[in-house]
């Protein structure tokens, strides 16, 4: 069993930063692919960008240059930065672990979850 808790959300203008942390307990998340997510209200959960074990990032395009995955591993943790927020970048967002061979930026292929925390980029 592995538990995933993120924080950091939080109201904050256009153009400004945050940091989103995904602890994890139970387990070790450093050999895992780990991916965050985010949800809109009225639309589907889209792919952000993940950690790949190895230590190589990706992310999607309307985030790449303005968000950056890294990891902890002494602290089992995963954090999100993001700057230069847009308020397209309201939304929940939840860190999982990618367990499946299956596409990264399908959320079927990961199977825990955090509860998501919620960011909100004001105009």
């Known amino acids: 069993q592995v538990q995933l808790v993120e924080s950091g959300g939080g109201l904050v203008q256009a153009g400004g930063s945050l940091r989103l942390s995904c602890e994890g307990s139970?387990?070790?998340?450093?050999?895992?692919?780990m991916g965050w997510f985010r949800q809109a209200p009225g639309k589907e959960r889209e792919f952000v960008g993940m950690?790949?074990?190895?230590?190589?990032?990706s992310y999607v395009d309307s985030v790449k240059g303005r968000f950056t995955i890294s990891r902890d591993n002494a602290k089992n943790t995963v954090y999100l930065q993001m700057n230069s927020l847009k308020p397209e970048d309201t939304a929940i967002y939840y860190c999982?672990?990618?367990?499946?061979?299956?596409?990264?930026?399908?959320?079927?292929?990961?199977?825990?979850w955090g509860q998501g925390t919620q960011v909100t980029v004001s105009s």
């Open positions: 999982a672990r990618k367990y499946s061979s299956g596409s990264y930026y399908i959320p079927g292929s990961y199977d825990y």
């Open positions: 139970g387990r070790t998340i450093s050999n895992y692919d």
């Open positions: 950690s790949w074990g190895g230590g190589s990032t």
